[in-house]
């Protein structure tokens, strides 16, 4: 069973294993990022479903049903806004 992210309407695998970020760019999606480390929000997008982990903490502030890509993973299907 393959893992999905599908981003503004359009679907592409997911590597459970890379950031959410890093699948973009696998895909070569661009995105406004600039620390890869949750600090600065720059990449920050609308979840529009699914669920995320951050690998680390992120410092940069998310409202309800925003994720951070840089530093974010999902091991299920996923739906974001960009």
Not at 8 to 17: D, M
Not at 30 to 38: A, D, N
Not at 43 to 54: K, T
């Amino acid at each position: 069973m393959s893992v999905k992210l599908t981003v503004n309407g359009l679907e592409y695998p997911l590597n459970t294993e890379k950031t959410l970020l890093e699948n973009l760019e696998a895909q070569a999606i661009k995105m406004e990022f600039h620390c890869r480390t949750g600090h600065c929000g720059a990449c920050r997008c609308q979840l529009i479903s699914g669920q995320v982990n951050y690998r680390v903490s992120p410092l940069a502030y998310c409202r309800q049903n925003e994720v951070l890509t840089c530093c974010s993973i999902s091991k299920k299907d996923i739906h974001i806004t960009i």
